[in-house]
């Protein structure tokens, strides 16, 4: 097993930045992945390869992974990005999840 | 467009079987590593099993392993899952996903299906 934690939530005023943390053994060894997810909505790739942005999301997102945290950066935090939000790292084969962070905007 | 459409979910009592279906269109498929990952209502994401496109490399988490199996057909753009000996935390809404052939500790899941619902009663 492979264990990647997340603060359980994190409110932000619009415009400012929101800081995910994901801690995991040696994470900094491995890519790192971030998922965002919107109540009734599937998850949506938002960080590849630690620091790579998929086409169709905004710069506002950014990343960075070294040691054994991983961490999401939304700068200029707008009322969309409300969600919560998932690391996932490859350990052994097998994709594991953060617990995931949930983002409140107000 | 890439679409995963999830068929199959249900009511179920423990210990019984379901199998899955996704759906696949708009990409090649078939260059497609594909990812099953599931979600209890409420809680956070568990990925279950992956399937390379040859159906050489299946892998499992260690919570459905030997109860789950994985499988795809290229020709029918379909990935399946049978699950068996079901048990009422496998309740959860489940995924299919897609993952670009290569590194798989590379290659980002980077295309999600809008998810089927599973639930076991006692």
């Known amino acids: 097993s492979y264990d990647l934690t997340q603060p359980p939530s994190l409110s932000v005023s619009p415009g400012q930045t929101a800081i995910i943390t994901c801690s995991g053994d040696?994470?900094?060894?491995?890519?790192a992945f971030w998922y965002q997810q919107k109540p009734g909505q599937s998850p949506v790739l938002v960080i590849y390869?630690?620091?790579k942005r998929p086409s169709g999301i905004p710069e506002r997102f950014s990343a960075s992974n070294s040691g054994n945290t991983a961490t999401l950066t939304i700068s200029g935090t707008q009322a969309m990005d409300e969600a919560d939000y998932y690391c996932?790292?490859?350990?052994?084969?097998?994709?594991?999840f953060g617990t995931g962070t949930r983002v409140t905007v107000v | 467009d890439v679409q995963l459409v999830e068929s199959g979910g249900g009511l179920v009592q423990s210990g019984m079987s379901l199998t899955l279906s996704c759906a696949a269109s708009?990409?090649?498929?078939?260059?497609?590593?594909m990812h099953w990952v599931r979600q209890p209502p409420g809680k956070g994401l568990e990925w279950v099993s992956r399937?390379?496109?040859?159906?050489?490399?299946?892998v499992y988490a260690d919570s459905v392993r030997g109860r789950f199996t994985i499988s795809r057909d290229n020709a029918k753009r379909t990935l399946y899952l049978q699950m068996n000996s079901l048990r009422t935390e496998d309740t959860a809404f489940y995924y299919c996903?897609?993952?670009?052939?290569?590194?798989?500790?590379?290659?980002?899941?980077?295309?999600w299906g809008q998810g089927t619902l599973v639930t076991v009663s006692s």
């Open positions: 390869q630690d620091t």
């Open positions: 708009g990409f090649a498929f078939e260059d497609h590593v």
């Open positions: 996903a897609s993952q670009a052939n290569g590194d798989y500790s590379q290659n980002p899941i980077d295309s």
């Open positions: 040696k994470l900094g060894d491995k890519y």
């Open positions: 399937i390379d496109w040859r159906s050489d490399t299946l």
């Open positions: 996932q790292a490859w350990h052994r084969g097998i994709a594991f």
